[in-house]
């Protein structure tokens, strides 16, 4: 079976985290959608790239050709379901939301046959993390029967493994907590001395979590450098948040700097409902626990404060407070609520600087990829009011 990945709508709904990656790399749980493809679907599926710019073209090449679009979790039963389908033209439906077809969309709108599947939702940002626990502990459960348990001579209490990829270090009076799930410590990890880290858990390879850090039902990637206290959030690759700091309920883009003492507030004092400012306004999400979305290369000050339900964009700077979502190249300044473009020359300096710090060189791809989203998000500056005009510190 060959599976053609389609963005639609989904890319601009998932921003600032799309705008420098497709939303099937987005990570839930501890894969992203492609990875799941490629590990549950095994030898029976190929999978392809639909790029937008040929979107409504002719792409298919066979029959029996699947599209998916990335805006739900695949996971095995879905696969297991879809790949026991012998018909040539029908849909794929959960509920009333279409996430793919078979064959010819029109053929199999006409022939009204449906695949129903019961799935999660991806629709916007907050529901990354409204999936992720529950999502994280069954892709730990998976992994744990691929790789062996590691034995600890450390602390370790509950009935689920701790496993590996390979060969990490930890330093004594570390605990390990696998009462609500497994914990994954990728090779080369090195976990210091009076860290406490519960599962569902999955620390990525190279990482370093920092003495005194509470990591709680969390995802951190690779080459990451962790402290404070985490849980129930999504750290992507290349991510330090080295000091003291509270990251809840949050998603976190790669190359991003945390600030020490930064606090994500997660919850209302009223414990009510979180809504999701987009930028354009305000969206219910039904969620009493939610933090915030911050692009990739974006940072934040020491003592930072950012409220619950925003986002900040790819490239952007949160300075001391942040009640209010923020686009892409933005220097946030909480003490005027004012906010400032960012150079795009002093954005790029900016990566080259962090990425060199972390042994990764700044190609031509990168400076192509800010230039770009750059271009694309200047209407979205021009819309919040950001000022083209150069911040001065106070």
Known sequence: MRIVLDEGEVYKNLF??????????????????????RIFGKEEIEVVIRNPILRGKDLLKEEGDVVLFSNFIIDNKFLEKLISKKSKNFLIQCKDILLGY??????????????????????KPYDLIRHNKETLFED???????????????????????????????????????REGPIFV??????????????????????????GSNIRRSYIGKHCTIGGEVTNSIILDYTNSRHQSYIGDSYIGEW??????????NIKNTYGEIKYDNLKGLERTGMRKLGAFLGDHSKTSISAMIFSGLSVGFSSHVLYFLDRSIPSFTMWSGYEKEGYEIYLESAIETAKRFMESKKIKFTEGHEKLFKNIFEYTEEERREAGIKKETFKKR
Not at 23 to 31: E, N, T
Not at 152 to 165: D, R
Not at 186 to 211: H, N
């Open 16 to 37: 600032p985290l799309t705008l420098s990656r497709p939303a099937f790399k987005l990570v839930v749980g501890a894969l992203s959608i492609i990875d799941r493809l």
């Open 102 to 123: 078979a064959g010819n969309l029109e053929e199999a709108k006409t022939k009204n046959e449906v695949l129903n599947v019961e799935v999660r939702i991806i629709e």
């Open 140 to 178: 730990l459960i998976y992994f744990s029967s691929v790789y062996e348990a590691v034995k600890l001579s450390n602390n370790v209490v509950g009935k689920y493994p701790v496993i590996s990829n390979g060969v990490f270090n930890i330093e004594g009076n570390v605990m390990f907590d696998t």
């Open 186 to 211: 990728g090779d080369a990890a090195y976990i210091q001395a009076f860290s406490r880290i519960e599962g569902p858990s999955y620390i990525g390879d190279s990482t370093l979590v920092v003495t």
């Open 256 to 265: 991003v700097n945390i600030g020490a003492h930064t606090v994500f507030s």
